[in-house]
């Protein structure tokens, strides 16, 4: 059998090998258009920023790897430039020479990611504007940085004595991941970096109350975010910088500009062969990765996939899926019956010592497709036991069906062990799990890694006393005109408090039921909603209507107190 391969990095690399590791007789060819296979494309930012210093490091196999390793006829420089899915061959373009070769297959696997998004604005070729794909694309940027050194130091400007060093400005278009990642590791390099982002928030797929933390977390570690504007596009301005023009009419100056639009499908061959493409503009694919032609298979960026909670197609542009995918093709086509799941987007980012992670469906999703059996929690648990060094807050958002208790998404964000509680809620939703299991899931425990309650048994617990309407809840959308008591000492009150909230420490409660209303619902607020949800049950128990409010004060004003030292 053979099998040609299109695009050596994450899908087509996992492929190769994985083929090779069931099927010692398959005659595989990889051809990869630029000049390096399996890289690490997720390490690019940190390059550029020197916390990966030495650009081999990010080539984590090479052709000779894969020829000597996998027996892989693995060629870089070589660009697959049509299908004739009729006869079953590939024409093959030597970048080098341009000459063009044509080879026949039995299976045909795509893998040709998505390429980062270019708007055809004014002035988007100027020297200094750049995107982060590919090695090369680190490369060029640290070289500018190198190059330009002396002219971003203001030296070009030098007037006699001159000790002060202005900061050089670095634009990024783009408030995702490689965005913020890129930006993050800029501002280590010393420059003064703005975000631009069009929509409302950064980091789309999570909901906006959780960005508004992120948001002004990596405000306070140097990055200027500007929220609502888009990129309308860029000019020469003086000493060789540039000027960022938005639409809102905003000009932003800037030594080095960083495109991070996001990423579009490459569908270029799939389109040439005929092969459906779906809605969303990714090649379509069946849960074996087969294209809409039998023989031939897409894997990574550029498919769409089925959403694991909404189940709508969807496009997932994550290395994980991506490495899956590619195994999964190999094993079809190696006679095996693997199937992809469908994509849950786990993701992480770490950004100045903080982690923001999430899976899952998030609110504004479920709210955008019109489903409204759901419930969702805040919390805000230590990371790990109180009383040993070094914990610190996790904000969590936990979304569950409010008829069955089935996880739907998780996001979670802190300055210690926040991967691994998402990593569990990623496993735990994948496994159709409910807020009931996660009570009792059995998690790794001692005082500098967790809490007997891991914050995973405690999101659990907390979804489950709602569900089990021990704790009737309510959000700060719904309760603010409602009777509000507030459950904390009056010397928290006194850093912020809410306007015409009555005030009885939970200490005092029992004791002062008779202050509060029979007739009225009572809202309850405490710093986190703990302290308030034992005010609750006292409550409840004592024949009031009362709700917990979720998340207490910190989910009503999330960014500003959750990251107060
Ligand atoms: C800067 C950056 C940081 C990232 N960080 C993370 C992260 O932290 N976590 C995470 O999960 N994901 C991350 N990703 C995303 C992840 O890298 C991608 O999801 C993954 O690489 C997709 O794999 P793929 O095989 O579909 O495409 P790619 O890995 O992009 O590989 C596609 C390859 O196909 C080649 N190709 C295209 N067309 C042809 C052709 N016609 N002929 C020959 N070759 C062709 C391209 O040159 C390219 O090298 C990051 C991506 C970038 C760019």
């Known amino acids: 059998m053979k099998v040609i391969i299109v695009g050596g990095v994450a899908g087509g690399a996992s492929c190769a090998a994985r083929l ?28 550029i920023g020197g916390v990966i210093e030495k650009e081999s490091s990010l080539l984590v196999a090479n052709e000779k790897t894969f020829r000597e390793q996998f027996a892989v006829d693995c060629r870089t420089r070589c660009e697959a430039i049509a299908i004739a899915p009729e006869k079953k061959t590939v024409q093959l373009r030597n970048v080098a020479t341009g000459e063009v070769t044509t080879e026949s297959y039995d299976k045909l696997v795509l893998s040709p990611g998505a390429p980062s998004i270019r708007p055809p604005l004014p002035g988007i070729d100027l020297p200094g504007i750049f995107q982060v794909r ?41 408030g995702g991941f490689i965005g913020l ?98 809605q969303r503009g990714g090649i379509r694919v069946d849960e074996q990765m087969r294209t809409s032609n039998p ?68 609110e504004k999703t479920l709210k955008r ?42 996001q979670a964000l802190g300055e210690d062990n926040v991967d691994k509680r998402v990593s569990a809620f990623a496993m735990a939703l994948q496994m159709g799990a409910t807020i009931y299991d996660l009570e009792e899931a059995e998690l790794c ?37 409602g009777y509000l008591l507030d459950v904390r000492e009056p010397f928290e009150l006194a850093v912020e408090n809410v306007p ?19 007739d009225k619902e009572i809202f309850v607020i405490c710093r986190s909603g703990q302290r308030a949800y034992s005010a609750t049950r006292l409550l409840l128990q004592n024949g009031f209507k009362a709700r917990n409010l979720a998340g207490g004060m910190l989910s009503r004003t999330h960014a500003a107190v959750f990251w107060q030292d």
């Open 500 to 518: 015409g909230a009555a005030n009885i420490p939970l200490g005092q409660l029992r004791a002062r039921l008779g202050e509060l209303p029979r």
């Open 295 to 362: 023989d031939i298979f897409a894997v990574g960026d550029a498919v769409e996939v089925k959403d694991f909670v909404t189940g709508e197609w969807s496009l997932i542009a994550l290395a994980g899926p991506a490495n899956r995918q590619g195994r999964i093709a190999a094993d079809v086509i190696a006679g095996r019956d693997s199937r992809f799941r469908g994509s849950q987007g786990t993701s992480v980012i770490g950004l100045f010592g903080a982690t923001a992670a999430w899976t899952g469906a998030s």
């Open 20 to 47: 090779r590791r069931l099927d010692e007789k398959a005659e595989i060819i990889m051809v990869e258009r630029g000049p390096y296979v399996s890289y690490a494309n997720c390490g690019l930012p940190y390059h």
């Open 181 to 278: 990642e890129t930006a993050e590791n800029l501002v280590h390099r010393g420059f003064d970096a703005v975000v631009l982002e069009m929509g409302d928030q950064i980091l789309a797929p999570i909901d906006q109350e959780m960005a508004r933390i992120v948001e002004g977390y990596v405000e306070r570690h140097g990055i200027r975010l500007a929220l609502n504007d888009g990129v309308a596009g860029f000019k020469q301005a003086a000493n060789d910088t540039l000027s960022v023009l938005t639409k809102s009419g905003k000009s932003h100056p800037a030594d080095l500009v960083i495109l991070a639009l996001g990423v579009r499908p490459d569908t270029t061959l799939a389109k040439s062969a005929g092969l459906e493409i779906g």
């Open 445 to 481: 425990y001692a005082p500098q890694f967790g809490s007997a309650k891991d914050p995973v048994n405690f999101a659990g617990m907390v979804a489950a006393d709602v569900l089990r309407n021990d704790m009737p809840l309510s959000h700060w959308d719904s309760a603010e005109k």
């Open 369 to 410: 497709i019109g489903d409204k059996d759901y419930e969702k929690i805040y919390l805000y648990p230590n990371s790990h036991a109180g009383y040993y060094p070094g914990a610190r807050p996790i904000a969590m958002k936990v979304i569950f069906r409010k008829s069955n208790g089935k996880l739907l998404g998780a």
């Open 134 to 174: 590919t090695v090369p694309d680190a490369r060029a940027i640290r070289e500018w940085i190198e190059k330009g050194s002396l002219f971003l130091s203001g030296m070009n400007n030098y007037s006699g004595f001159q000790t002060v060093r202005p900061k050089p400005h670095a634009v990024v278009i783009g």
